[in-house]
T-cell receptor
Framework: KNQVEQSPQSLIILEGKNCTLQ??????????LRWYKQDTGRGPVSLTI?????NTKSNGRYTATLDADTKQSSLHITASQLSDSASYIC?????????????FGRGTQLTVWP | EADIYQTPRYLVIGTGKKITLECSQT?????MYWYQQDPGMELHLIHY???????EKGDLSSESTVSRIRTEHFPLTLESARPSHTSQYLC??????????FGEGSRLTVL
């Protein structure tokens, strides 16, 4: 069964600290993996996309990694800010159609305290 | 910032009422989607469209209906709302890159 599992479910860190969010998937075949950030009461916004051949990709203070062999991805946030408080959603696409079917994780709720 | 808009942002209505959630995008995207999202849960696809006059049901069974008469417009209608329809509804669109652009969401509460 194609699934996307994220951990931890929630996380509280102090401002300025680093953190790492995990995403494990069983989706096959695999096309790409995206991390989205969803602020409370808003729609998700794409942070990064990882394809099969990519291991690491950065977007400012966000760095995503992908291990296609173990089917794991992580999102590392450096020097956290209060504005990083949000839900981070991992979305995996297969190659079953023109767009690819999307499988969503439940998200990690990150809270950054001052 | 994505040019996709949803109205209303918040709606509280009584059981049995008919409601329409509006979604419009100005990016010229052919593909549009409606997702349902409950707190702490993953997004569930309820409807999608790959172009004008093309609509399909998604993975999650829904009593809502959609239409796609114009490329930019993808409204969702509930003929008779029930408390079980209380949820957040997210509209999204994409070209062919796979990146979804989401609206701000419509939070529906049915009393």
């Amino acid at each position: 069964k194609n699934q996307v599992e994220q951990s931890p479910q929630s996380l509280i860190i102090l401002e300025g600290k680093n953190c790492t969010l995990q995403c494990n998937y069983t989706v096959s075949p695999f096309s790409n993996l995206r991390w989205y950030k969803q602020d409370t009461g808003r729609g998700p916004v794409s942070l990064t996309i990882m394809t099969f051949s990519e291991n690491t990709k950065s977007n400012g203070r966000y760095t995503a990694t992908l291990d296609a062999d173990t089917k794991q991805s992580s999102l590392h946030i450096t020097a956290s800010q209060l504005s990083d408080s949000a839900s981070y959603i991992c979305v995996v696409s297969d190659r079953g159609s023109t767009l690819g079917r999307l499988y969503f994780g439940r998200g990690t709720q990150l809270t950054v305290w001052p | 910032e994505a040019d996709i808009y949803q109205t209303p942002r918040y709606l509280v209505i009584g059981t049995g009422k008919k409601i329409t959630l509006e979604c419009s995008q100005t990016m010229g995207h052919d593909k549009m989607y409606w997702y349902q999202q409950d707190p702490g849960m993953e997004l569930h696809l309820i409807h999608y469209s790959y172009g004008v006059n093309s609509t399909e049901k998604g993975d999650l069974s829904s009593e809502s209906t959609v239409s796609r008469i114009r490329t930019e417009h993808f409204p969702l209608t509930l003929e008779s709302a029930r408390p079980s329809h209380t949820s957040q509804y997210l509209c999204a669109s994409t070209r062919n890159t796979g990146e979804l652009f989401f609206g701000e969401g419509s939070r529906l509460t049915v009393l």
